[in-house]
């Protein structure tokens, strides 16, 4: 097995890999080999996919009818492991064969070995071997722990305050004599010029500040997610309603705060839509547990392009990523209603558990005569009123309510003709929906 080698990679649900906190997603090519000479037994890893991130090499099989079967075979490669990168050189034996990248690594402490990235599919070598260059040098590993607290050095001084301060005259404040004319036109240019390019310099180094400590918070928040998730598993009676309402609004504020690595078209080229796919059945977890099961299209699309921060995706990209649930084993799928409402929503969802609530709720005494409308539905199945009337529409094709269109909209009720005797109209039996509407409807003329 690999893992006898490199360490063991984990997967999330969707086969997307789990990320090392700070770790950030560079490079993902498809069909390719990983070999190594040197070890005679080592495994066969063929045609599979390569992402080169901050601080691994991840190799997973592409596979993908299913992605979570062949997880025993995902190996990693820290970048600490490696310890030369080859140049390639371009000759003509390089044209006739797929392109390559040799790397030694040591594997352990006491020998070295040369590793090989075979590209058998489309892929860039060139650009690859930069980024692989590029964050092996960074060694980001390394700097995980370490904060950048450094401020500005020296900004006390102030560039260009003789000519432009003090009064006016020949004269500037220590006694120099003032630059006029065209020399002192290009001299205060000059000046103007310096004076922006600091301010810009200083601008930029507060920026990568706050950047760096935004994906700190980041982090972060996604640790406090994942406590107050396993917290809110654990049955503990002694939450009171303050408590509930604290962890679900710290809930939806840490669901706003954004994807430590979202995927790219830079950093995953051809495979951006697949990978993008995977990325997106594993974000909609939480967000389908806290809608009951199913959630509007609109909705994702909102709430997935706020955790991605500036890396916006497209309606046609969530579209398409969505339509790629068919061919991967994920626990989520794209449904479309009859009515052309696109939603998400997990495998396990069961509409008859929701037409088992809308049927109690229509025949209830008071519902019974004047009927339900979708924000009544709303209410009772905790979602909103649009998709509620899916819902309603879609139990009216199933036959178990009716609909009346008056001036005020749309509203459902108990279907009765089932219990109808079509031999004899006028019975009324005493038993069942039937009955007990009659009693309600009676009881409102007396009124």
């Not at 030694?104 to 980024?131: E, I, N």
């Not at 396990?348 to 539905?377: C, W």
Request: hydrophobic share 40%.
């Amino acid at each position: 097995m690999a893992t006898n080698y490199l360490p063991k990679a984990d997967l999330t649900s969707s086969g997307r890999p789990v990320f090392l906190p700070n770790e950030i997603e560079c490079s993902i090519l498809s069909s390719v080999d990983l070999e190594c000479d040197d070890i005679p037994n080592f495994p066969l890893l063929k045609s599979g996919l390569l992402i080169l991130t901050t601080h691994r090499l991840l190799w997973l099989p592409d596979n993908n009818s299913s992605s979570t079967s062949t997880s025993s075979a995902t190996v990693a490669l820290p970048l600490s492991f490696v310890t030369h990168i080859f140049s390639t050189k371009k000759s003509v034996k390089t044209l006739f064969h797929s392109p390559r990248v040799r790397f030694q690594a040591s594997l352990d402490s006491s020998k070295s070995v040369v590793m090989t990235v075979v590209m058998r599919g489309k892929g860039d070598t060139d650009a690859f071997l930069a980024k692989f260059w590029e964050n092996w040098r960074a060694r980001a590993w390394e700097n995980d722990v370490q904060t950048q607290t450094q401020g500005a050095v020296g900004s006390s001084s102030v560039s260009g305050s003789g000519p432009g301060s003090g009064s006016g005259g020949f004269y500037t404040r220590e006694g120099a004599v003032r630059m006029v004319g065209v020399s002192g036109i290009l001299r205060k240019e000059q000046e103007m010029w310096e004076s922006t390019d600091k301010s810009l310099q200083e601008a930029f180094q507060d920026l990568n500040a706050l950047m760096s400590k935004a994906k700190e918070m980041v982090i972060l928040a996604e640790k406090m997610r994942q406590k107050l998730l396993s917290g809110s598993n654990s049955k503990s009676s002694a939450t009171n309603d303050d408590e509930v309402g604290s962890k679900e609004a710290m809930q939806d504020w840490l669901l706003s705060v954004g994807i430590v690595s979202p995927v790219t078209k830079e950093s995953a080229g051809a495979l951006y839509h697949q990978q993008l796919s995977r990325q997106l059945a594993d974000y909609v977890r939480i967000p389908l547990e806290r809608a009951g099961g199913m959630i509007n299209l609109i909705d994702v699309y909102c709430l997935f392009n706020r955790a991605r921060g500036t890396e916006l995706i497209s309606p046609d990209d969530l579209l398409r990523a969505c339509s790629l649930w068919e061919k991967f084993d994920v626990p989520v799928m794209l449904r479309k209603f009859d009515s052309g409402v696109m939603v998400i929503q997990n495998k396990s969802h069961s509409d008859e558990e929701v037409f088992a609530r809308i049927k109690a709720l229509v025949t209830n005494p008071d519902t019974l005569r004047t009927g339900i409308s979708a924000s009544d539905a709303a209410m009772t199945l905790g979602i909103a009123p649009a998709m509620a009337k899916e819902h309603l529409l879609t139990a009216e094709s199933k036959g178990l309510l009716c609909r009346d269109i008056s001036p005020d909209g749309f509203r459902f009720y108990i279907n009765l003709f089932p219990e109808i005797n079509t031999d004899d109209v006028y019975l009324v039996k005493d038993y069942g929906i039937y009955n007990t509407w009659v009693r309600v409807a009676s009881a409102s003329r007396l009124e």
